[in-house]
């Protein structure tokens, strides 16, 4: 009964570790091989641009984030910003920084709604391809040439480099760019270099008209931007990943403001797991394979996740004496291991990422507290909640210390 016991736990282990790891593999390799660049396009080459900036409540950051694209763009670019049930002065900031600001009064959270009714202003207006930058964000030198270039030379799809900004503020920043650029550099990179969609992220990402067109921007869930690459995959159309040049975005210090948003990230990541996981395999099955890569990718558990089943895996097949289970846990570490080295080496500072690594266990602890929160936003009904900004969180802190200091009355 025991040998029966272990036997089942050994192949459930396999089962929810095995899409992961084969990820992790093949990527990993791919993006780590000295294989060549992809063709240069040439700059210079142009379409009617629109940069498409949702926002909601960003007064404090929405001014730093349009400077930030007119000084990449050329004169002819247009910045939309999409003003979403803001309560504060954000329109304002932006149009005084040189805008074309738009107020989305729906009463309906998610960024999705926002940028649907962004692009289709940016239609209306002209334009040939959109660009989506956070207003939470910069962008990079020449993010706006190399994104008009490659629209110019016929990509229908693009995202760009998506790093961390406040990576040196703490161990834990550090271990969250570390875990940024393994999934928004290396994966997207070894895709880029097998021919495969490198995927959308949220940030930086941009769109042909016709694209829109074709595959109307209707994903409004927690997770809209895989939401919609799956629609993408699925119409046949492939995002180009310009590994050049990058937008920057701060993560949340704080930890209510860091779980939220992680919670609200792996919530709807299990939601879409469900509503995908079927269609994507039926259409891997009736020969589609460059739709496995992507059913993969879905059905990966997160990386902290897997690292403490991989580890369950060696311990349980060493310790019950089961060889292939151990020898299994054995090659999904050093996998992991090889993953987070490439990781680190694409993060252009590998010593310190590594090192970073230390605080992992607090991260994992850290997690388990969260498992309340994601699975009530993997929820259908899961209301979308903005990540408070490091900046708002420091404007209340030194008002209450202002409170504090003056005392009652």
């Not at 962004?118 to 190399?146: Q, T």
């Not at 229908?156 to 920043?173: G, H, I, K, T």
Request: with cysteine.
């Amino acid at each position: 009964m025991i040998s029966i016991l272990l036997n089942a736990l050994a192949l459930v282990l396999l089962l929810v570790s095995l899409p992961l790891l084969l990820e992790l593999l093949m990527l990993s390799a791919a993006a780590s091989l000295p294989l060549p660049a992809a063709p240069c396009i040439p700059l210079g080459r142009r379409v009617k641009l629109a940069v498409v900036v949702p926002a909601h409540d960003e007064a404090i950051l929405i001014g730093r984030c349009v400077r930030s694209i007119l000084a990449s763009a050329e004169p002819d670019v247009v910045v939309y910003v999409i003003a979403h049930n803001c309560m504060d002065n954000t329109a304002e900031q932006a149009r005084t920084e040189g805008a074309h600001v738009f107020t989305l009064r729906d009463g309906v959270g998610g960024k999705g709604t926002a940028l649907d009714f962004g692009f289709a202003e940016a239609i209306r207006g002209g334009a040939e391809a959109v660009l989506v930058v956070d207003a939470d964000s910069v962008v990079g030198p020449g993010v706006i040439a190399h994104a008009m270039a490659a629209f110019a030379a016929g990509v229908e799809a693009l995202q760009c480099r998506y790093e961390v900004a406040n990576r040196d503020q703490s161990p834990r920043m550090q271990l969250a760019a570390l875990a940024f650029f393994g999934m928004n550099i290396l994966r997207p990179l070894g895709r880029s270099r097998l021919g495969l969609s490198c995927g959308i992220f949220g940030n930086g990402f941009g769109l042909r008209t016709e694209v829109l067109q074709r595959v109307p921007y209707s994903a409004n869930s927690l997770v809209e931007d895989l939401e919609y690459h799956l629609h993408l995959v699925r119409a046949g159309i492939r995002v180009h990943f310009l590994n050049q040049v990058a937008v920057y975005s701060e993560m949340p210090e704080s930890s209510a403001a860091a779980g939220s948003q992680r919670a609200r990230w792996e919530g709807g990541r299990i939601r879409m797991r469900r509503l995908w996981t079927r269609p994507l395999a039926a259409q891997v099955l009736q020969g589609r394979w460059r739709m496995l890569e992507p059913l993969l990718d879905l059905l990966a558990l997160p990386l902290g996740s897997e690292v403490a089943v991989l580890g369950m895996a060696l311990l349980l097949g060493v310790g019950s004496g089961t060889v292939w289970l151990a020898m299994y846990g054995f090659v999904g570490v050093l996998t992991t291991t090889f993953y987070l080295g490439v990781a680190a080496s694409l993060g252009g500072h590998p010593r310190q990422s590594l090192v970073a690594l230390a605080a992992a266990p607090r991260y994992l602890i850290w997690k388990l507290f969260l498992l309340r929160k994601t699975h009530q936003a993997a929820r259908g009904d899961a209301p979308w909640i903005r990540t408070a900004r490091d900046a708002e969180v420091a404007s209340e802190l030194a008002q209450e210390h202002a409170v504090q200091s003056v005392g009652p009355g």
